[in-house]
């Protein structure tokens, strides 16, 4: 599970829960992969990134590389600031772990790098 799908996952959708986001992350098994560098589609996404929310995942999981905690301003012409994002959002890959409600404390597990976010029947 890449952190950029991380950023959008949440589990309001569970019966009773009403702060659903941000899901923590316990990861057991973490790979770093080469991911080719595109500038243009990292300075779309940023925007779109709850970037507090992306610097705890990548600092929670050791990967914080000198990532700002903050997005700075022109970040679309910061070149260094686009290959962190770029690191953090698609080279950091989670393959074994587990997603947790921050509400409920429901775990929803992770294995080779794709979390199940099914729901039991008596949760919906």
Do not use: Q
Request: proline fraction near 7%; include cysteine.
């Amino acid at each position: 599970m890449k952190l950029l799908t991380h950023n959008m996952l949440t589990s309001k959708c569970i019966r009773g829960v009403n702060v659903g986001y941000p899901l923590s992350i316990n990861a057991s098994d973490v790979r770093v992969a080469d991911v080719d560098f595109n500038p243009d589609f990292i300075s779309r996404m940023i925007p779109k990134i709850d970037w507090p929310v992306l610097y705890n995942a990548v600092e929670r999981l050791g990967h914080v590389e000198d990532l700002p905690k903050e997005t700075p301003v022109n970040y679309e012409s910061n070149e260094d600031f686009l290959k962190k994002a770029h690191h953090a959002l698609l080279e950091v890959e989670i393959i074994h772990g587990e997603l947790v409600c921050p509400e409920s404390g429901r775990k929803f597990p992770i294995n080779n790098g794709i979390p199940n976010m099914l729901l039991n029947e008596d949760e919906i």
